[in-house]
């Protein structure tokens, strides 16, 4: 006897619980999955740009939490220098947060609204038959159960395993690695910087500073070997990009007075390579795909206003059906309600492109 809900949402990022509560505020008796325990580790730059905080007084009608927040608080744009080594200076009002404390905040928003949250459980697997998709999932110390759905809302991002079961292909990956360190250096706290410059990494290179911690960042495409639900040492890709990470901290160093005393923790994460023209997919079937499970990313790694936007548009196109019997109506909906938010994505990547040689093919 599995236990019915109208929609399973799975992750408990920006996306997935935008989604849930946006449904459950809206009526609808829907799960929320996450296969870590909240709150949880999320490796990201943790800048929240102009748009994620009004999307977060739109979408959550409040102010995010002073206790989501570091130091320092206010952030005030993003610093890149191009391939050439040109600066480009973009002013902006943002805030600087720890995505384990938002993320468990917007999380704990979709359970007032209404969601039932089951975190540490992973989702193995799904079979959808006519009308239902059937979810089996598996919690550490317990056998697998399940729950089905009319319909299931996959926001994993790029690390989660149902999609890749679902395409039967592996996508193509950004490995990204990011150090914090106690220590400092003369560039302004209150930016976000982005290094393009081929010889720092094989995509981009960043640094910005959390509680006074100067945090120095690279990445690269991944190696096509990579074919797990978890980040993994492979060893070409291992040495390249620590032999990309000791150049740039050799620049920093020599360049903004970055000094260092002591290591404080390593990151290593997982993105999806964004190809020319952005494609997007919206779905299999009763699975419709949200952030970037579903290909939305802008730029530097920037995801969660573009997972929350994507979240709240197929939670609207499942409201504005009000049933699940017509699916293709709700990925009608879904198009048109996305469709700005993929403009803007394809405006961001085509901007990237002008300004540096290494994303000239996002020029397209």
Same mark, same amino acid.
């Given at each position: ?81 191009? *391939? ?75 690390? /989660? ?39 720092? *990494? ?47 901290? *050799? ?5 903004? /007075? ?18 020319? /023209? ?12 949200? /952030? ?17 936007? *994507? ?54």
């Amino acid at each position: 006897m599995f236990k019915k809900y109208d929609v399973i949402v799975i992750g408990a990022g920006p996306a997935g619980c935008t989604a849930a509560k946006r449904l459950a505020e809206n009526g609808f008796h829907v799960l929320l999955v996450e296969k870590l325990k909240l709150p949880r580790e999320k490796s990201c730059s943790g800048i929240l740009i102009q748009k994620s905080m009004t999307l977060v007084k739109q979408y959550y009608g409040k102010d995010i939490p002073l206790s989501a927040m570091c130091t320092p608080i206010e952030n005030r744009g993003m610093i890149f220098t191009d *391939s050439h080594g040109k600066e480009f200076r973009f002013e902006q009002e943002g805030r600087n947060i720890w995505r384990s404390v938002f993320d468990h905040w917007l999380a704990q928003q979709a359970v007032m609204a209404g969601a039932a949250l089951l975190d540490d459980t992973m989702v193995t697997g799904c079979i959808e038959s006519p009308g239902l998709v059937t979810v089996t999932m598996h919690k550490e110390g317990t056998s697998s159960f399940g729950a089905a759905a009319e319909c299931v809302i996959d926001c994993e991002g790029v690390v /989660g395993r149902l999609k890749r079961q679902l395409m039967k292909i592996e996508p193509s990956y950004i490995k990204t690695y990011q150090v914090f360190y106690e220590g400092i250096s003369s560039l302004d706290p209150h930016y976000f910087y982005a290094y393009l410059q081929p010889e720092f *990494s094989g995509y981009d290179a960043w640094f910005n500073v959390k509680d006074d911690m100067p945090v120095l960042g690279v990445s690269m495409p991944a190696a096509d070997s990579v074919k797990t639900d978890s980040v993994i040492r492979t060893g070409a890709d291992e040495a390249a990009i620590c032999a990309y990470y000791q150049r740039f901290l *050799s620049y920093m160093k020599e360049n903004h /007075g970055l000094c260092l005393k002591k290591k404080i923790r390593e990151e290593r994460w997982l993105m999806p390579q964004i190809k020319p /023209g952005c494609p997007i997919d919206l779905g299999r079937g009763r699975v419709f795909f949200a /952030g970037e499970a579903a290909g939305f990313l802008n730029p530097m790694g920037e995801g969660i206003s573009a997972g929350m936007e *994507s979240g709240a548009c197929i939670a609207d196109a499942i409201i504005q059906t009000h049933h699940f019997k017509e699916i293709d109506k709700i990925y009608e909906f879904y198009e048109k309600n996305s469709a700005a938010l993929h403009q803007y994505m394809q405006r961001q990547w085509r901007f990237l492109g002008e300004i540096s040689s290494a994303f000239s093919c996002m020029k397209q």
